[in-house]
């Protein structure tokens, strides 16, 4: 695709169950980030996959969430025994190659929203 | 660890006039490049202005510039002749250029363009 796209755009869940959020990122782009945006917030890093690298999950909140990506393409965020304080949308962007000095590209993001 | 800090949560400009969104970073890197990212109501963030921190020059694009003193670590960006497409939260971001490349976000700055 054109662009970095997010499924699904809404999600609304019951506290307790699982949930998975995917990330599609440009065709070719090695490097590929989650971010948590809550309400009126900035953004909060989550993981970061580059090329065939272990992952740097540092800024995941819990061990309720993991990621994977598979292929060194597709992404998918599960977040698992949700609770109300993890509704906010979150984020994916990719990039070309070294991240760091390379623009990021994002998709439109996933709001969740645990009721 | 790089930390950016954006001090001013909220901003207003009058059509056509000039503002300068605030941003500071820290960080132990020579290596590294800065961005602000502009994100709208629709949520799509995108890249307003990058700039490597080996130039001095500053980066400008069209209305946008920065103002870059690296020995203060200061990123701020200047909106001329400001238009009211141009409301919306600004993110500073700083990207490392070293082994990590991980871009760091500030929590953002929400800009508002009255007529």
């Known amino acids: 695709g054109a662009g970095v796209s997010q499924s699904p755009s809404n999600k609304v869940t019951e506290k307790g169950k699982d949930v998975e959020l995917r990330c599609d990122p440009i065709?070719?782009?090695?490097?590929l980030y989650w971010y948590r945006q809550s309400l009126g917030q900035g953004l909060e890093f989550l993981i970061y996959f580059q090329g065939n690298s272990a992952p740097d999950k540092s800024g995941l909140p819990s061990d309720r969430f993991s990621a994977e990506r598979t292929g060194g393409s597709v992404s998918t965020l599960t977040i698992q025994r949700t609770q109300q304080e993890d509704s906010a949308v979150y984020l994916c962007?990719?990039?070309?190659?070294?991240?760091?000095?390379?623009?990021?590209?994002f998709g439109q993001g996933t709001r969740l929203t645990v009721v | 660890a790089q930390t950016v800090t954006q001090s001013q949560p909220e901003m207003s400009v009058q059509e056509a006039e000039t503002v300068t969104l605030s941003c500071t970073y820290d960080t132990s890197e020579n290596n590294y490049y800065l961005f602000w990212y502009k994100q709208p109501p629709s949520r799509q963030m995108i890249l307003v202005i990058r700039q490597e921190a080996y130039k001095q020059q500053n980066a400008t694009e069209n209305r946008f510039s920065v103002n870059f003193q690296k020995a203060a670590k200061s990123f701020s960006l200047k909106i001329s002749d400001s238009q009211l497409g141009d409301t919306a939260m600004y993110f500073c971001?700083?990207?490392?250029?070293?082994?990590?490349?991980?871009?760091?976000f500030g929590k953002g700055t929400l800009l508002t363009v009255n007529p």
């Open positions: 962007a990719s990039s070309s190659r070294r991240a760091g000095d390379t623009e990021a590209f």
């Open positions: 065709s070719g782009h090695t490097a």
């Open positions: 971001a700083f990207g490392d250029g070293g082994s990590n490349y991980k871009l760091t």
